[in-house]
T-cell receptor, first 115, second 115 residues
Framework: GAGVSQSPSNKVTEKGKDVELRCDPI?????LYWYRQSLGQGLEFLIY????????KSGLPSDRFSAERTGGSVSTLTIQRTQQEDSAVYLC?????????????FGEGSRLTVL | AQSVAQPEDQVNVAEGNPLTVKCTYS??????LFWYVQYPNRGLQFLLK??????LVKGSYGFEAEFNKSQTSFHLKKPSALVSDSALYFC?????????????FGTGTKLQVIP
């Protein structure tokens, strides 16, 4: 597709279960970002991938959160032993790199509800 | 470190009146600045950006923003507000020093246009 694709769009899980959220960026975009948006809150940076460089994991809130990006394309955000405070919308975005570009293209998000 | 401040949680304006949504930023190098809009239950959409050149930037849906380096501001403006402009607006900054591409978002400002 032409845009950033995220799945699932909605996920309801029980406390303590693991979840995986997937992001398929725009073809050719070298940068990929994960953000978290809690109800009524702004965007919280989680992790950033740029090409083959080591990812910037500085925003991950705990060691229960991890992410990988395979082949420089699809990314998976994994949350282990989910807690109720993990409930949020997880947004993925991709971007091309260049001197006159730079805007992020966002997916529709994955809404996670932890019961 | 880079940061963005949106001092107003909510801005109310009457339909047909001009609107301003404020944003100030802090970066160590030269900034790329962005505005995004989020309609209810949707992902973020790019509105406009400042990279270099003319300080007044025009974007989608009649919005514009003015880059002011001395005041480190990038306020979003529109001459005549529409009810359909009601949404959540995010300012973002990317510090391009050294090629680093991390994008930091403000906390968002809810714009309410009153008929």
């Amino acid at each position: 597709g032409a845009g950033v694709s995220q799945s699932p769009s909605n996920k309801v899980t029980e406390k303590g279960k693991d979840v995986e959220l997937r992001c398929d960026p725009i073809s050719g975009h070298t940068a990929l970002y994960w953000y978290r948006q809690s109800l009524g809150q702004g965007l919280e940076f989680l992790i950033y991938f740029q090409g083959n460089s080591a990812p910037d994991k500085s925003g991950l809130p705990s060691d229960r959160f991890s992410a990988e990006r395979t082949g420089g394309s699809v990314s998976t955000l994994t949350i282990q032993r989910t807690q109720q405070e993990d409930s949020a919308v997880y947004l993925c975005a991709s971007s091309s790199q260049g001197p006159t570009t730079g805007e992020l293209f966002f997916g529709e998000g994955s809404r996670l509800t932890v019961l | 470190a880079q940061s963005v401040a949106q001092p107003e949680d909510q801005v109310n304006v009457a339909e047909g009146n001009p609107l301003t949504v404020k944003c100030t930023y802090s970066v160590s190098g030269n900034p790329y600045l962005f505005w995004y809009v989020q309609y209810p239950n949707r992902g973020l959409q790019f509105l406009l950006k400042y990279i270099t050149g003319d300080n007044l930037v025009k974007g989608s849906y009649g919005f514009e923003a003015e880059f002011n380096k001395s005041q480190t501001s990038f306020h979003l403006k529109k001459p005549s507000a529409l009810v359909s402009d009601s949404a959540l607006y995010f300012c973002a900054v990317r510090d391009i020093s050294g090629g680093y591409q991390k994008v930091t978002f403000g906390t968002g400002t809810k714009l309410q246009v009153i008929p």
